[in-house]
């Protein structure tokens, strides 16, 4: 069963982006990373007396019990009417003078328009083309990259949603003098806070009841990240509630694909295939054969994630193709709590990065059933603790998309 879950944060969260370098200070990331929270349900489990041999701590946390995706940034505090965010595409660009959303219902934060660059890149034109220089009346600024997460609050409005952080300094202590210690200053930088996140969790349908009985909502308060004997790292479950409707939020897989095409039509697209743009959610960790970190979504690591679905389940088609990739990557580190040790360092497809797989004409029946099944089940490792969420043409792409 999918939950949504909301927190906000009552303290600093200090969420590392990258393994610590001694010396630099350390960035956090803009969001609560789904290995955190799978981390801080467990501690909060172990804190309410459940001993890590009954059959409910295994059956969660060491048997795929519980899913847990990344909680993203939302504006409206507890109980929004939206209820969460999406990440921007890597393909997102805006006025490197004035940058953000040109329609929004926070006027202290509007921009001069965010456009979006994958259509006109498909169609066979190069973006600078059509994008060459900022939209907005009178301007005349370049384009930047834009990313983060956009909410939709009303149709035909979306808004940025943006955090603010700060630099926590601490120094080490001598144990010998009850002074700072010489040469260990040191500073992380932390979400601030009174910030809200939503997302997902997916809990088997056995241990729900009991699952739900240790997260009660305005009571329940969760240990996240660094700094948690230095005040920093305490949020509250806002609320949590069963979410039966649509994956995110959006409109069918098939729906969207389909109406992604007709802006590809208007542009002059007339080869006899269809284009199938994904999106990361979340990061994506994939290997191939070889146990090797990939940096892009092939068609055989497509092949490779789901070569043991059932036999009635779609395959991947054949004739298919990737024609465009805009992605970025980074190592992803960690610390295993249980065993007391750093964990592995991976290295992840970071969240926004869009990868566009062209199907011929005849085989776009068998293309939709698969990435509709590949939407739904997540691709790559560690998806457990987040990783390898997907979406399918993203309802960005046409949403500011100039006519």
Sequence with gaps: MRYLLEVKSLSPLALARHPVVVGEATPTLDYISGTALRSAIASEFLRQGVNPSTPLFQRLFLHGGLCCGNLYPVIRGIKPSVPMSLPLPMTAMTCKLERGFLYTDRLEEAGHGVVDTLIATLSGHRWEQEYDECLFPGCGGSLDPFSGFYEK?????????????????????S???GMAAHGQLHAVEALEENLSFSGYLEVAPAIEACFLAYLVEGETTLP???GRTRGMGEALVAYVRP???PYLGLEDPAA????????????????????????MYTDVIVMDDYMRYSTAVEPEVLRYYTRYWPEDTPRC??????VHANAHTRLIGGWN??????????I???RGSVFVFAVPEGQWSEALAFFTRLEEEGLGERREEGFGQIVLAHPFHREVNPK
């Design 256 to 279: 969207r694909l389909e109406a992604f095409q007709e802006p590809l039509t208007e542009k002059g697209w007339n080869r006899q295939e269809r284009l199938i743009p994904i999106t």
């Design 175 to 177: 144990s010998r003098f």
């Design 317 to 322: 088609p054949e004739g298919l193709e990737m």
């Design 243 to 245: 979410d039966t409707g």
């Design 348 to 350: 992840a497809i970071e």
């Design 224 to 226: 996240i990240g660094r």
């Design 153 to 173: 609050p009303t149709p035909g409005t979306l808004r940025g949603v943006r955090l603010s952080t700060r630099l926590i300094a601490r120094t080490a202590m």
């Design 337 to 346: 709590a249980a065993q007391h040790l750093p964990k592995w360092p991976a």
